[in-house]
């Protein structure tokens, strides 16, 4: 079998809408649902809908595929309308202030309990200073203090008085209290000299009365502690009265508004308690508060202690909540404590609490980038937490990474919130199959995975499709509308996009940025035009393409070197696609094989300087295969052949120029000449059979650029596996020149036909007796490695011979006799 010469119609299958007949693509309806997407709409339904833990989801799908855009759709469109998420706020934990309370209240609720609370704190302050200011606090304060006083005094007096009577006075001093003799009759004190002139007896008598009292004195003073302690304790309960008092008004309205909620209630009465408790210390704080919110950081007892810190407030929002996390670090996600500096140290307190991600979508949806979460130090970590424990702990990563004690500042513990959210991963198949390979916990959190197709069949129907995505796509930014010709365009180029002439791209960013550009050349035109999506798209390749012009004017100037004429024995034009971002091209690339006697080794350049990938390294192994299937059966291969592509100072990776390298092999063996106006691309397997390969479409149009550029003389083309014919779409250039047989496009299914083709000469198949006719190619190359065999035995009996002669023993030679005597 031959070689297929394509025709032009094969070359390009364009797009006509016949079963979509339109003018203007506003005549067209939106898209209802993502085109080709129906398998990954199910997962995402099934996932969203499915109220089991750890039925979160993946979506699976490449960049500009839509997925974020249909991911949003779809959990706006089942999350519940009618159910309101809750607010969240962090209050004072008054019996330890390091561990915060959490409450939980209906939506709108918390910022009303926040405001009551502002308006709490307000008004407290001075409803302390006129509680103790008030008459009937003074009077009952001074009555306490006069008791106590009057209970010293009478005890003092009655042991005084008995005291007196026995000729001593108790006297109080600055050094406390004391018993002196008096003169008699009176209450003065004796003076020293006085007391020394008394007779002995009498100092005596009076010495021992004062020893007789001393006694009663101190047991009377011990007991005067006690009685303070009751005074102060009386006075507290005083202030505690007061205070109760003026806090329960206070509290009353506030109480009354949250009777439904017994967290909010609980939290009031707590407050109400610690006023009560700590009230006198509050009203010497406001004494010398220099600011109150300089308290609120530094550690002292302040009425700030009252607010109510929002965490999540969703008084404005009436169904699920669906929250979309651009930055997903660990603190963005499970929240943070944020810490202040006061006098040379960091505190924190339950007000500094901020909320993550997962706060605000608790009860609803969390979209997150799976990459984006993944290069974030712990955030996927600290997700997983989240989700195994359905609870939300709000913690320092030095805690994370259990290095706490490395922190010299006294961390909170705020009491975890319950979760219960449906988080969305969006990330590519390759991150989810290593999640799901080197990950144990992903398979018990993301049960759910949805895969978006990268393209699908294109058919009438779904061609049509996409002409409604490109209107609705249009009409969604506000763009011009299409002419049913540029609509025909935009279809054409998805198939281009897809590489295949059969399949259209699901990407619609590629497609946007098309319309876009197009929109904008349009300029005041009323509708855009194939005109426009033409000089669009060519306006993409002319930004992208400084690269390839510098490969093809080396080509024309003769630094890289290729010819598009002639024939050389052992050398082929192989095709070599560049990736550069979004943009793809190819360009010619010269194999050169060289041959010699040897044991059948293949040489492999690129490998041996360690400049070949292993695929590529794969398929020249392949052509060993190949030869000894084909000419290894009756002789041994002698021969050593090294294969290498001309001029490339890069990695080379791939097995596309398989086919080509076995072209230049046989070539090379048999001294056949290779024409070079052709250029040849395709893998090869080990019988021969030529394989499909990527980039078809950059590789004709690299060698027909290259060609057009020298003169086209219809002689040239390019020799591609049959199995890629179905995914040509080429540009128009290259079909009309085909088209006016000024280029060749040739399909081939086996090496034989690529051969023939670029030789010119038959394959050569044996007949009956397994004889090949003379000159053709098999003939040539068997011969010549008949020859090359034949060399390699000479050369062996040879060595052979040598060794021998190597081996064997030297013969002694005599030595010379000196002449006789007169000779």
Known sequence: MSATILESSQLHTPCTLEDCPFESSAELPDLDESLGQSRAVEALRFGLGMPRDGFNLFVLGGPGSGRHALVRNLVDEVRRKDAPPSDYCYVNNFAAATAPRLLRLPAGRGARLRDDMLRFVAELGPAIATAFESEE????????????????????????????????????????????????????????????????AKKETLQGVIEEFQEPLIKVLAQFPAWRRELQDALKDASREVLRNAVVRLLEKIKANYADLPAALAFLQAVEGDVVEIGDTLRESRKSEPEMETLLFSGTISIQRYLVNLLVDNAASASQPVVYETHPTFQNLVGRIENVPHMGTLVSNFTLIRAGALHRANGGYLILDALKLLSQPYAWEGLKRALCAGEIRIEAPAELIGVAGMVSTLQLQPEPAPLKVKVILIGEPMIYYLLAEMDAEFADLFKVAADFAEDVPRTAYSSARFACLTATLARQNGLKPLALTAVTRVVEHAARLSGDAERLTTLTRPVLDLLHEADYLAGDAAMVSREHIERALAAQIRRADRLRERYYDAIRRGTLLISTAGELIGQVNGLAAVGLGDFTFAHPVRLSAAVRIGDGEMIDIEREVEMGGPIHSKGVMILAGFFSTRFGRGIPLSFTASIVFEQTYGEVEGDSASLAELCALLSAIGALPVRQGWAITGSVNQYGAAQPIGAVNEKIEGFFDICAAGGLSGEQGVIIPAANVKELMLKREVVEAVAAGRFRVAAVAHVDEAIELLTGLPIGEADEKGVIAEGTINYLVASSLVELHASRLSMVEVQKVQKKRARAPAKKKRAPQPPAPGK
């Open 137 to 200: 606090y003074r009077a009952r304060v001074g009555a306490l203090e006069q008791g106590f006083k009057d209970r010293q005094e009478s005890v003092l007096r009655a042991l005084g008085n008995a005291s007196l009577a026995r000729g001593v006075a108790l006297v109080r001093s600055e050094s406390g209290f004391a018993f002196l003799p008096v003169r008699e009759g009176t209450e003065e004190p004796l003076s020293e000299e006085e007391f020394e002139n008394l007779p002995d």
